[in-house]
């Protein structure tokens, strides 16, 4: 599973998430990863990738320069997933009339 950093996304802070590096995280070392293994799917600093491609140098790794290839963290998807007016509920629909993903609550009260 992927590990990240906390961040201030629910406040709408312009902070940003960053991603721990796996195997130092299982040891409490609080260190920034810098690469990702698509196969593992764990992340990296440059030390620990050093022995993951000793180990396993057939798998493939995404440095900073492919952060597009990273995956999503689950608590930036379930922040874009919420409903702007109802923190408690998910987008789930969209209303073709208004160009609007909504919730269920918007659908029945906004979008009929």
């Keep these: 599973m992927a590990t990240y950093s906390k961040s201030n996304v629910a406040s709408g802070s312009d902070s940003f998430i960053d991603f721990c590096c796996s195997p130092c995280l ?12 698509g196969n ?15 180990l396993f140098g057939k798998h493939v790794t995404y440095g900073r ?9 689950k608590e930036v998807e379930d922040f874009l997933q919420k409903c702007d007016l109802h923190d408690d509920k998910h987008i789930e ?13 918007c659908a029945f009260l906004n979008h009929r």
């Design 65 to 73: 320069g492919d952060t597009s290839r990273w995956p999503v963290p």
């Design 26 to 37: 299982e040891h409490n070392i609080d260190q920034w990863a810098d690469f990702y293994c």
């Design 93 to 105: 629909m969209y209303c073709n009339d208004h160009s609007q993903l909504c919730c269920t609550n």
């Design 40 to 54: 593992c799917q764990k992340f990296y600093c440059a030390k620990c990738i050093y022995l993951h491609n000793g």
